[in-house]
């Protein structure tokens, strides 16, 4: 697992928005690049950052497949805390040549989501799987909506949330978590590990404990993202306050060892 440290939320954005950018350019192969991609507030920066290179004709997304990570259910597009609103708000209406036949997000509407959920794993594996998979993580160290325990080689499929995610989302939702929903879609701990490289990125001190546990901590269900551990292509990108809880020795392991890897 490679763990990039930059100094500040902004660096860290910049970093990843490079890092995702080099490797759409770089894709040569003959079918469109998959790219899987997180809500929440940690991929803004990073969302802004892709769009401005777009705009400024450094980074065409003509030849990109998008796949949601997850969606709440019961929330039509138009609400404004729908995650298809959030992508389009924050995200594809910034972009000048994404094919809006090429953006996918699980509907939270689907009148049989566990069906929507298989649909939703076939059709990624019929565009060649995901290239590189975005995300974001919660302060339980869930990764999508899977909250902990959740089986780590889970498939995408309808998820219970916990009360502390509600909680925690329900600064968007005027601060009462009953105004959260209480369930979702949300791609697997399995359908992310299966992406050719994952990218998560952890910024604040409140994802401090997380990064701990999913850096220096066994593989446990405990914080589903932890997984990442056993996947080869598997990159961390923070900031310094996120590392508040790791070791001295495992912070400076990192900043040596990627001082060297950009020589
Ligand atoms: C939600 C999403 C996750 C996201 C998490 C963290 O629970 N389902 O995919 O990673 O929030 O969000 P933030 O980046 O706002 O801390």
Same mark, same amino acid.
């Given at each position: 697992?490679?763990? /990039?440290?930059? +100094? ?15 490797? @759409? ?8 690049? #998959? ?5 929440? =507030? ?21 030849? $990109?497949?998008?796949?949601?990570? +997850? ?8 609400? &404004? ?14 972009? /000048? &040549? ?7 997000? *699980? ?18 594996? !019929?565009?060649? %799987? ?21 089986? *780590? ?13 509600? @909680? ?11 105004? #959260?929903? !209480?369930?979702? *879609? =949300? $791609? ?15 910024? %604040? ?8 546990? $999913?850096?220096?901590?066994? $593989? ?6 932890? !997984? *990442? ?7 961390? !990108? ?9 070791? #001295? ?15």
């Amino acid at each position: 697992m490679r763990v /990039v440290i930059q +100094d500040n939320y902004d660096k860290m954005c910049k970093w990843a928005a490079d890092y995702i950018a080099k490797k @759409i350019k770089a894709h040569k192969e003959d079918r469109p690049f #998959v790219l899987g991609l997180p809500t929440g =507030s940690s991929p803004i920066g990073v969302y802004k950052e892709l769009a401005r290179m777009n705009q400024a004709g450094e980074l065409s997304f003509a030849n $990109v497949i998008t796949f949601n990570m +997850d969606e709440y259910l019961g929330l039509p597009h138009e609400h &404004d805390q729908s995650y298809w609103y959030f992508m389009h708000d924050n995200f594809f209406n910034h972009l /000048v &040549d994404m094919k809006p036949e090429n953006i996918n997000i *699980l509907n939270g509407m689907a009148e049989d989501p566990e069906a929507e959920c298989a649909a939703y794993e076939e059709k990624i594996a !019929a565009c060649g %799987g995901i290239d590189l998979f975005m995300g974001g993580i919660g302060v339980d160290g869930h990764l999508a909506f899977n909250e902990p325990f959740t089986s *780590l080689t889970s498939r995408t499929g309808l998820r219970d949330l916990t009360t502390d995610t509600r @909680i925690v989302n329900s600064r968007f939702f005027g601060n009462d978590p009953e105004k #959260v929903p !209480a369930q979702a *879609l =949300s $791609v697997g701990i399995g359908t992310v590990m299966d992406a050719k490289e994952v990218l998560v990125l952890i910024s %604040g001190h409140n994802k401090a404990r997380a990064m701990a546990a $999913v850096v220096e901590g066994g $593989v446990s269900q405990r914080w589903t993202c932890s !997984a *990442l551990q056993l996947h080869n292509g598997a990159i961390i !990108a923070c900031d310094e306050e996120a590392c508040g809880e790791l070791m #001295v020795d495992t912070y400076k392991y990192f900043l040596d060892i990627e001082r060297k890897e950009r020589l």
